[in-house]
């Protein structure tokens, strides 16, 4: 397989030539049975999860399946031995869909204002539940017997790439106040519900590892008051590198950042439930043009995916590489908008983009996109979320 580590753990070296320039002919094979189409490559997924297997200070890590259910990832990942963190009991579905054998204990249930009903089936499953409210505890303690709970407590400050994504802090709906913990404990005591640690998750795509020690401050002084809490859950909300510009995200920052927290936490076991730091740079969305237009001063370029197929753009601005597959670099570059064909201004991959002149049928790869990308997908307009293709060889995907 050729999951060669190109980047040192941590290292400030930029990333060579992305997977899918490499691989632009098997690229426009796929593209030639249907666009729009995302394709996943799971040795890029394996070579992730391998990186974060590196982190000496993360004793386990819980994939966060919302960034990207397809059930070959999912068996990718067990087989590297992760766990998996559902939101919902759809999620949980899809997670025993694709790994029947998996044990008990690897999957950890992290909902925010899921009905009683799906707590129900997250016990029954053997998972661990993050309880991020005092409601659960006060109104179905019968519900959560005998299961493995978490607190998630809100630091009381957010991060991330955009705000809709910062899930921590003032007028957020996410976890209990830190003061709420001390009665969400005594709780449980009373009605026999066994806390076996705190949890938080602060936001998605955080460049910075301090970010990390600095939600975990107020955790740490809960636990520093009850001794019998063995687990602090960081969350996820690992970056990756979105323009050519950025760094790759500083995992060896991050593991001694880790190390400081569980010195100051001693016994006490540190998770972390990434989702996007596995799966994104996985994942290309191919897609082929429709049309071009010139109006006014402008120039669009149109191509048969949208804001259906890939939502992160028009909902949080965010930019994805772009690279055109189907004709070689002639060096020539115009500056254009590439559109989709959705009938909404915000349907937008990327304003004025330098790229080759481009021409019906012409294909394009939008990478960076096998995390929140199919899994946010909707068929507004009729059209129909793109098809999933995975490449990859390696090892049996199996748990
Ligand atoms: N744990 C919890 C409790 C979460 O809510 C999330 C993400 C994660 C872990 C994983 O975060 P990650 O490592 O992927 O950053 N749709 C947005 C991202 C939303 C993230 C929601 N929660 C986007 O496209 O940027």
Same mark, same amino acid.
């Given at each position: 397989?050729?999951?060669?580590?190109? *980047?040192?753990?941590?290292?400030?070296?930029?990333?060579?030539?992305?997977?899918?320039?490499?691989?632009?002919?098997? $690229?426009?094979?796929?593209?030639?049975?249907?666009?729009?189409?995302?394709?996943?490559? $799971?040795?890029?997924?394996?070579?992730?999860?391998?990186?974060?297997?590196?982190?000496?200070?993360?004793?386990?890590?819980?994939?966060?399946?919302?960034?990207?259910?397809?059930?070959? =990832?999912?068996?990718?990942?067990?087989?590297?031995?992760?766990?998996?963190?559902? #939101?919902?009991?759809?999620?949980?579905?899809? #997670?025993?869909?694709?790994?029947?054998?998996?044990?008990?204990?690897?999957?950890?249930?992290?909902?925010?204002?899921?009905?009683?009903?799906?707590?129900?089936?997250?016990?029954?499953?053997?998972?661990? =539940?993050?309880?991020?409210?005092?409601?659960?505890?006060?109104?179905?303690?019968?519900?959560?017997?005998?299961?493995?709970?978490?607190?998630?407590?809100?630091?009381?400050?957010?991060?991330?790439?955009?705000?809709?994504?910062?899930?921590?802090?003032?007028?957020?709906?996410?976890?209990?106040?830190?003061?709420?913990?001390?009665?969400?404990?005594?709780?449980?005591?009373?009605?026999?519900?066994?806390?076996?640690? $705190?949890?938080?998750?602060?936001?998605?795509?955080?460049?910075?590892?301090?970010?990390?020690?600095?939600?975990?401050?107020?955790?740490?002084?809960?636990?520093?008051?009850?001794?019998?809490?063995?687990?602090?859950?960081?969350?996820?909300?690992?970056?990756?590198?979105?323009?050519?510009?950025? $760094?790759?995200?500083?995992?060896?920052?991050?593991?001694?950042?880790? /190390?400081? *927290?569980?010195?100051?936490?001693?016994?006490?076991? =540190?998770?972390?439930?990434?989702?996007?730091?596995?799966?994104?740079?996985?994942?290309?969305?191919?897609?082929?043009?429709?049309?071009?237009?010139?109006?006014?001063?402008?120039?669009?370029?149109? !191509?048969?995916? /949208?804001?259906?197929?890939?939502?992160?753009?028009?909902?949080? /601005?965010?930019?994805?590489?772009?690279?055109?597959? %189907?004709? %070689?670099?002639?060096?020539?570059?115009?500056?254009?908008?590439?559109?989709?064909? =959705?009938?909404?201004?915000?349907?937008?991959?990327?304003?004025?983009?330098?790229?080759?002149?481009?021409?019906?049928?012409?294909?394009?790869?939008?990478?960076?996109?096998?995390?929140?990308?199919?899994?946010?997908? %909707?068929?507004?307009?009729?059209?129909?979320?793109?098809?999933? *293709? #995975? !490449?990859?060889?390696?090892?049996?995907?199996?748990?």
């Amino acid at each position: 397989m050729e999951a060669v580590d190109p *980047v040192p753990s941590g290292s400030r070296v930029q990333e060579p030539v992305p997977w899918w320039r490499r691989r632009r002919r098997e $690229l426009l094979e796929i593209a030639r049975k249907g666009t729009p189409a995302y394709v996943y490559d $799971l040795d890029q997924i394996r070579l992730h999860a391998r990186r974060l297997r590196r982190l000496r200070h993360a004793r386990r890590l819980f994939y966060a399946v919302k960034a990207n259910a397809h059930p070959a =990832i999912l068996r990718a990942l067990a087989g590297e031995g992760l766990g998996f963190e559902c #939101v919902s009991a759809g999620e949980l579905e899809l #997670v025993r869909a694709a790994l029947p054998r998996l044990a008990r204990g690897r999957i950890l249930f992290t909902p925010n204002f899921a009905p009683r009903d799906e707590y129900a089936q997250a016990v029954r499953a053997g998972a661990w =539940i993050t309880i991020d409210g005092l409601h659960p505890l006060e109104q179905w303690s019968g519900t959560l017997a005998g299961a493995d709970l978490l607190l998630r407590v809100d630091p009381g400050r957010g991060a991330g790439h955009h705000r809709a994504v910062t899930t921590a802090g003032p007028r957020t709906k996410f976890g209990l106040e830190p003061e709420q913990a001390e009665r969400a404990l005594a709780l449980a005591r009373r009605a026999n519900l066994r806390v076996l640690g $705190l949890h938080c998750h602060v936001g998605s795509g955080i460049t910075d590892p301090l970010v990390w020690e600095q939600a975990a401050g107020p955790l740490l002084e809960i636990l520093a008051r009850h001794r019998r809490l063995r687990v602090l859950d960081l969350g996820g909300g690992l970056s990756v590198p979105a323009g050519e510009s950025d $760094l790759p995200f500083d995992l060896a920052g991050l593991d001694r950042v880790l /190390g400081r *927290v569980r010195r100051a936490a001693p016994g006490v076991e =540190i998770w972390l439930e990434p989702g996007r730091f596995l799966v994104a740079e996985a994942g290309v969305l191919l897609a082929r043009v429709t049309q071009t237009k010139a109006k006014g001063a402008e120039h669009y370029t149109g !191509i048969d995916a /949208g804001m259906n197929t890939l939502l992160r753009p028009a909902l949080y /601005g965010a930019q994805h590489p772009v690279d055109v597959l %189907s004709c %070689s670099d002639s060096g020539i570059r115009r500056r254009t908008h590439l559109v989709g064909p =959705i009938c909404e201004s915000a349907d937008f991959f990327g304003c004025s983009l330098m790229l080759a002149p481009l021409r019906e049928g012409d294909v394009v790869a939008i990478g960076c996109a096998g995390a929140y990308g199919r899994v946010m997908a %909707s068929s507004y307009n009729g059209r129909e979320p793109a098809r999933e *293709v #995975v !490449i990859g060889s390696g090892r049996p995907d199996v748990a």
